[in-house]
């Protein structure tokens, strides 16, 4: 019951949207997330920072990589010497011991290889996912300001639905109640979010805030 409820409930808000009194129905905006994030330009700057911090890691991994191989390298040819008939007995006892020890510090090595790829696959899914909580955080506060500037009294995402894990079985809610091209304002958050670009916009980008009718 609880389930039917649920799905209910958005086709409810829809009928009371759009089937009350005109003096009493809510202004709906519709705002494409997905356009606006990949439009501004401190996504941009974010995902630059997340290039250069995977190529500091490729660094480090290659020096971790090429001192393993020289090792490994090493270690053949001590191996190959302490099987060598033609030294004495004490030598080859001597490079054995010696194979031995190197044998160690590969295996050192590749654990901390192993570590440090670890440590890295988390380093970056934390940056990233830091990174997108903060550029959506400014987007849905440019979106909230420019909602109560135009009266708006809901903002949807038209380019998504909600997945819902409900325990009863989950599903997905309408994020949709109404779209129209004057409505939405996805192109005037992205012009207020790169207001604060540190470099000029081309000027198509600078009028994208403009309305059809050429008011923002």
Do not use: H
Not at 128 to 157: C, H, P, Q, T, W
């Amino acid at each position: 019951m609880r389930m039917i409820l649920r799905k209910l409930i958005p086709g409810v808000l829809l009928a009371g949207v759009l089937c009350g009194p005109v003096s009493a129905q809510s202004r709906v905006a519709t705002v494409d997330m997905e356009k606006v994030f990949d439009k501004y330009w401190k996504t941009e700057q974010a995902v630059n920072g997340l290039k250069a911090r995977l190529a500091e890691i490729d660094k480090s991994r290659k020096e971790m990589v090429d001192g393993l191989e020289k090792a490994r390298d090493e270690y053949q040819k001590l191996l190959e010497g302490a099987n060598n008939q033609a030294i004495s007995t004490e030598e080859r006892g001597k490079r054995t011991k010696a194979a031995e020890n190197k044998l160690k510090d590969l295996k050192t090595g590749k654990d901390e290889l192993d570590q440090f790829d670890r440590q890295a696959n988390v380093t970056i899914s934390e940056q990233k996912a830091r990174m997108r909580k903060n550029i959506l955080e400014e987007i849905k506060l440019a979106i909230s300001s420019k909602a109560k500037a135009g009266g708006y009294a809901v903002v949807i995402d038209s380019g998504a639905q909600t997945y819902v894990a409900d325990p009863t079985g989950p599903y997905y809610s309408p994020t949709v109640l109404y779209t129209a091209d004057d409505d939405d304002i996805s192109d005037a958050v992205i012009a207020q979010l790169n207001a604060g670009s540190p470099v000029d916009l081309p000027k198509t980008q600078e009028k994208t805030g403009e309305s059809k009718d050429g008011k923002k």
